[in-house]
T-cell receptor, first 113, second 110 residues
Framework: NAGVTQTPKFQVLKTGQSMTLQCAQD?????MSWYRQDPGMGLRLIHY???????DQGEVPNGYNVSRSTTEDFPLRLLSAAPSQTSVYFC????????????FGPGTRLTVL | GEDVEQSLFLSVREGDSSVINCTYT??????LYWYKQEPGAGLQLLTYIFSNMDMKQDQRLTVLLNKKDKHLSLRIADTQTGDSAIYFCAEIANGYALNFGKGTSLLVTP
């Protein structure tokens, strides 16, 4: 199993550009989520999904969209990038509520100029 | 959401014990977690404790849980330089997501 994979690893955008951060897992996990990590702020939840076709907002959803058309993929879309979205983005998955481990991807480092 | 609180920095000497403290917010959290993040890497689950336990030991790691005070601690025995990293405490939020603290940077000096 590859676990949780994220692409790209690094990205530089100009203000106003759009892009999609990809996340995939091959563990057949129902639950997937996106976090952003900023210095001194820890990890903050952006969006999450409890299964294909079901998504919900986390703590900091503004400026981001998600969809979950398959169990494996959970892309994060930045509609119009802003410098405040400069961050490291982590995707995570877990099997279900009864399972205790949440697996994290390696992260995408995004810079918005 | 409400904040999971952790001290930001801890410095210990190699061979000493490290204790990282955390105060969480949701008394209904079923699991509480400790994650480790090394520079430039993602988060790695170190250990977890189920809410009906007071203590869990896993090799050099000891987790203590005080549900009354909503206090969680991670003790690392015989701390090594390879233990230098950021440690995150996390609780289950809304039944699905993890609510993380801001992380404690542990520096182990020779």
């Amino acid at each position: 199993n590859a676990g949780v994979t994220q692409t790209p690893k690094f990205q530089v955008l100009k203000t106003g550009q759009s892009m999609t951060l990809q996340c995939a897992q091959d563990m057949n996990h129902e639950y997937m989520s996106w976090y952003r990590q900023d210095p001194g702020m820890g990890l903050r939840l952006i969006h999450y999904s409890v299964g294909a076709g079901i998504t919900d907002q986390g703590e900091v959803p503004n400026g981001y969209n998600v969809s979950r058309s398959t169990t494996e993929d959970f892309p994060l879309r930045l509609l119009s990038a802003a410098p405040s979205q400069t961050s490291v983005y982590f995707c995570a998955s877990r099997q279900d509520l009864g399972r205790n481990e949440q697996f994290f991807g390696p992260g995408t480092r995004l810079t918005v100029l | 959401g409400e904040d999971v609180e952790q001290s930001l920095f801890l410095s210990v000497r190699e061979g000493d014990s490290s204790v990282i403290n955390c105060t969480y917010t949701d008394s209904s959290s079923t699991y509480l977690y400790w994650y480790k993040q090394e520079p430039g890497a993602g988060l790695q689950l170190l250990t977890y404790i189920f809410s009906n336990m007071d203590m869990k030991q896993d090799q050099r790691l000891t987790v203590l849980l005080n549900k009354k005070d909503k206090h969680l601690s991670l003790r690392i025995a015989d701390t090594q330089t390879g233990d230098s990293a950021i440690y995150f405490c996390a609780e289950i939020a809304n039944g699905y997501a993890l609510n993380f603290g801001k992380g404690t940077s542990l520096l182990v000096t020779p």
